[in-house]
C-alpha cells in the first residue's frame, strides 16, 4: 500500500507541475515540465533522502559517537523490527528531529544538537520512536518526495513574473493568482501528508519506545521551545517543514488547513489516553537499557 500510495502522489505533483507548466509556457512549456517531472520523480526515488539532508546540514554520526545516539537508535530499532537505519545530527540549535529514506532498507533519522541539549535521555527515545515509526510505516519516502516537489513548483511559480508568455495569456492579476494558488496547493497536499501521519506516528512510537510519556513529555518541551528559536535551514526549505517532528516554522496552535503539523496539545492529550492519562507513572518504565543512553537531564549535560 505504501508504494501504491507514492505512486498516487508522484502522479499528482507531476500533473500540478505540468499544470504550471503550461500556464507559463503553453502545450511546450507543459512538456517541458513533464520531462523535468520524470527526471525529479526519478532522482526523488533514489537522492531525495540525501539532499533533504545536504539541505539541513546533517553530519552522520558513525557508530560509537559520543551522545550514545547510534545505541539508541539501534536498541529502539530492535525493538521495532527494523534496520538499523543511518543516524546524523544536524547543528541547529532548535530542537526537532526527521526521518528519510525511500525505504526501512535506506532510512536515517536526523536530530538537532539542540534536541540533545534540551531534552531528557527518556525523551530524546521518545522522539527516535516517533521517527521510526515513520520508517515502518514508510511515510518517509512520500514526505520526503512530497518536500522535493512543493520546493520545485514554488519555484517554477516564482519565475511567473518574469515569463512573458504567462503574462500574455493570463494577465498580470493571473499570473500573480497562480504564484500565490500553485505554492498554496502543493502545501496542502504537504499539510495533509503530515497532518494525518503524525498521530499514527505518536501512537506506534509509543509502543516502540515502551511509554507514551516519553513521547508526551517530549512533545511538551518541543512545543515549549521549538518556536522560541529560528531553525535557518528549514526557513531556506520551508517545504521541508512537513517532515519534522514538530513544525520548524513559527506556525499557530491550532489544528486547522494551513498547519503543517497537528496541535501538539492534541498529540500529547492522545499520548496521555493511551497510559491512561497519568503523566508521572510512566517515567518508571523503560526498554532495555541499551534502547536508552544514560545521561543527564540538564540542558549543560552530556549531550553536547
Same mark, same amino acid.
Given at each position: 500500500?505504501?508504494?501504491?500510495?507514492?505512486?498516487?502522489?508522484?502522479?499528482?505533483?507531476?500533473?500540478?507541475?505540468?499544470?504550471?507548466?503550461?500556464?507559463?509556457?503553453?502545450?511546450? !512549456?507543459?512538456? #517541458?515540465?513533464?520531462?523535468?517531472?520524470?527526471?525529479?520523480?526519478?532522482?526523488?526515488?533514489?537522492?531525495?533522502?540525501?539532499?533533504?539532508?545536504?539541505?539541513?546540514?546533517?553530519?552522520?554520526?558513525?557508530?560509537?559517537?559520543?551522545?550514545?545516539?547510534?545505541?539508541?537508535?539501534?536498541?529502539?530499532?530492535?525493538?521495532?523490527?527494523?534496520?538499523?537505519?543511518?543516524?546524523?545530527?544536524?547543528?541547529?540549535?532548535?530542537?526537532?528531529?526527521?526521518?528519510?529514506?525511500?525505504?526501512?532498507?535506506?532510512?536515517?533519522?536526523?536530530?538537532?544538537?539542540?534536541?540533545?541539549?534540551?531534552?531528557?535521555?527518556?525523551?530524546?527515545?521518545?522522539?527516535?520512536?516517533?521517527?521510526?515509526?515513520?520508517?515502518? *510505516?514508510?511515510?518517509?519516502?512520500?514526505?520526503?518526495?512530497?518536500?522535493?516537489?512543493?520546493?520545485? #513548483?514554488?519555484?517554477?511559480?516564482?519565475?511567473?513574473?518574469?515569463?512573458?508568455?504567462?503574462?500574455?495569456?493570463?494577465?498580470?492579476?493571473?499570473?500573480?493568482?497562480?504564484?500565490?494558488?500553485?505554492?498554496?496547493?502543493?502545501?496542502?497536499?504537504?499539510?495533509?501528508?503530515?497532518?494525518?501521519?503524525?498521530?499514527?506516528?505518536? =501512537? #506506534?512510537?509509543?509502543?516502540?519506545? !515502551? *511509554?507514551?510519556?516519553?513521547?508526551?513529555?517530549?512533545?511538551?518541551?518541543?512545543?515549549?521551545?521549538?518556536?522560541?528559536?529560528?531553525?535557518?535551514?528549514?526557513?531556506?526549505?520551508?517545504?521541508?517543514?512537513?517532515?519534522?517532528?514538530? *513544525?520548524?516554522?513559527? !506556525?499557530?496552535?491550532?489544528?486547522?488547513?494551513?498547519?503543517?503539523?497537528?496541535?501538539?496539545?492534541? =498529540?500529547?492529550?492522545?499520548?496521555?489516553?493511551?497510559?491512561?492519562?497519568?503523566?508521572?507513572?510512566?517515567?518508571?518504565?523503560?526498554?532495555?537499557?541499551?534502547?536508552?543512553?544514560?545521561?543527564? =537531564?540538564? =540542558?549543560?549535560?552530556?549531550? !553536547?
Amino acid at each position: 500500500m505504501g508504494y501504491v500510495k507514492t505512486a498516487m502522489l508522484m502522479a499528482a505533483m507531476t500533473a500540478l507541475f505540468m499544470g504550471v507548466g503550461y500556464l507559463l509556457g503553453g502545450s511546450g !512549456g507543459a512538456m #517541458i515540465a513533464l520531462v523535468v517531472a520524470a527526471a525529479m520523480n526519478l532522482v526523488g526515488w533514489w537522492n531525495s533522502d540525501k539532499m533533504v539532508l545536504r539541505m539541513h546540514n546533517a553530519h552522520f554520526l558513525a557508530a560509537g559517537d559520543r551522545y550514545g545516539l547510534n545505541d539508541m537508535v539501534r536498541g529502539l530499532a530492535e525493538r521495532a523490527d527494523l534496520p538499523v537505519p543511518a543516524v546524523y545530527l544536524i547543528d541547529e540549535p532548535q530542537p526537532n528531529a526527521f526521518a528519510t529514506g525511500r525505504s526501512p532498507q535506506n532510512a536515517a533519522v536526523a536530530v538537532t544538537s539542540g534536541l540533545l541539549r534540551t531534552l531528557s535521555r527518556e525523551e530524546v527515545a521518545g522522539v527516535v520512536a516517533h521517527e521510526l515509526a515513520h520508517i515502518r *510505516n514508510r511515510d518517509t519516502l512520500i514526505m520526503t518526495i512530497t518536500a522535493t516537489f512543493a520546493g520545485a #513548483i514554488s519555484m517554477l511559480a516564482n519565475f511567473a513574473l518574469f515569463f512573458g508568455g504567462s503574462r500574455e495569456r493570463m494577465g498580470i492579476a493571473g499570473t500573480i493568482a497562480m504564484m500565490i494558488l500553485a505554492p498554496l496547493a502543493a502545501s496542502l497536499v504537504q499539510m495533509a501528508i503530515s497532518r494525518s501521519r503524525e498521530y499514527e506516528a505518536d =501512537r #506506534i512510537g509509543a509502543e516502540i519506545c !515502551g *511509554n507514551p510519556e516519553w513521547l508526551a513529555s517530549a512533545l511538551e518541551g518541543l512545543g515549549r521551545t521549538a518556536p522560541r528559536i529560528d531553525n535557518m535551514a528549514a526557513e531556506r526549505n520551508p517545504a521541508t517543514a512537513h517532515m519534522f517532528i514538530v *513544525n520548524p516554522l513559527h !506556525g499557530g496552535k491550532m489544528d486547522n488547513l494551513f498547519a503543517t503539523h497537528p496541535a501538539t496539545e492534541n =498529540r500529547v492529550a492522545a499520548l496521555r489516553a493511551m497510559s491512561g492519562g497519568r503523566p508521572a507513572a510512566a517515567r518508571h518504565a523503560a526498554p532495555e537499557p541499551s534502547a536508552v543512553p544514560r545521561v543527564s =537531564r540538564k =540542558r549543560s549535560g552530556p549531550w !553536547g
